[in-house]
């Protein structure tokens, strides 16, 4: 018992002096994504430039080369949205082959977009979004438009949907069902077990440390979006939707078993939920660091009941 004590006290005084001492947490603590994807160039993407009230955003259309089934608008994940993300291209890649155009916006703040995604709200991406759906029906007209939400852009995806008018459908891939604050305390029970800490005094931790990032490492963004609830967003959705996740991020960042449960509770029958075995945040398989072949067949079969070949293939 004394053991335990002493350990207790140990890590409340390391902590007291971490947080005293300045030194920050990183808020996005994971390595490098090593995803097989091919290059941005390969697929030709065209410059796009379009406006978001005051702001002037830019991004990249691809176009499939046999006629387009729909237009996919990314939303992205937390901090800077990068061109060359493999996981993007990756996706962008996948859809192109199936038929479908993708817009991918630079995030506000991001490459060649006005603004600071640091002090933005979920609306104020949401606003972003509806923007870009709007571009998306300027450059392929009549096309049917859906949006793709990835990780933070998951809990965008439906309140941008729920603005929108006459969307095909809405994707989130890991993006979390719970609030950003839980979320944020899920994953740093996670980072501090990884760091050695027995998991119940990092479960005891973990609020500290989150509480840090809110309120000194990241404190203009965590005040508008830390008590952010999807789920009436996911309820009031009127449109296909399809929801996937990776098991193994339940030991990274990302409460998969919470998140089903309130999409459960939400109790919309038009939202499909996948859980992928053996994948974590990235959705990929491991051994061959591609998407993994089960997210690819349900994106494709969800597609193909969302966007009826009869209603695509506008050249």
Partial sequence: MKWVIRLLLAGIAGLAAWIAAGIALDPDPH???????????????????????????????????????????????????????????ALTAFLLDAGHAVLLPDKRGSESSDGNWRNASFEDLAQDALAAIEAARFEVPGAPVGLIGVSQGGWIAPLAAMRASDLAYVINLSGAAVTPS??????????LAGLGLP???ARLLAPLTAWRIRTL????????IADFDPGPHWAGLRIPALIVWGAEDEHDNLPVAASVQRIREVD???IEVLVIPGVGHDLTDRKSGRLSATLVRSLAEFLA???????GRHD
């Fill in 182 to 191: 839980e979320q944020l305390t899920f994953e740093e029970v996670n980072t």
């Fill in 217 to 224: 490492v990241q404190p203009e963004l965590w005040s508008r």
């Fill in 31 to 89: 390595p490098p994504l090593r995803i097989v994807s091919p290059s941005l160039t390969s697929l030709a993407p065209r410059e796009i430039r379009f406006s978001s009230g005051d702001l002037r955003l830019a991004g990249m259309l691809f176009l499939p080369e046999a006629g387009t089934r729909s237009v996919a608008v990314i939303i992205h994940g937390s901090g800077a949205s990068d061109r060359q993300s493999p996981w993007y291209l």
């Fill in 199 to 201: 998991r119940p005094l």
């Fill in 268 to 270: 919309n029958p038009l």
């Fill in 305 to 311: 009941l969302a966007v009826p070949v009869d209603r």
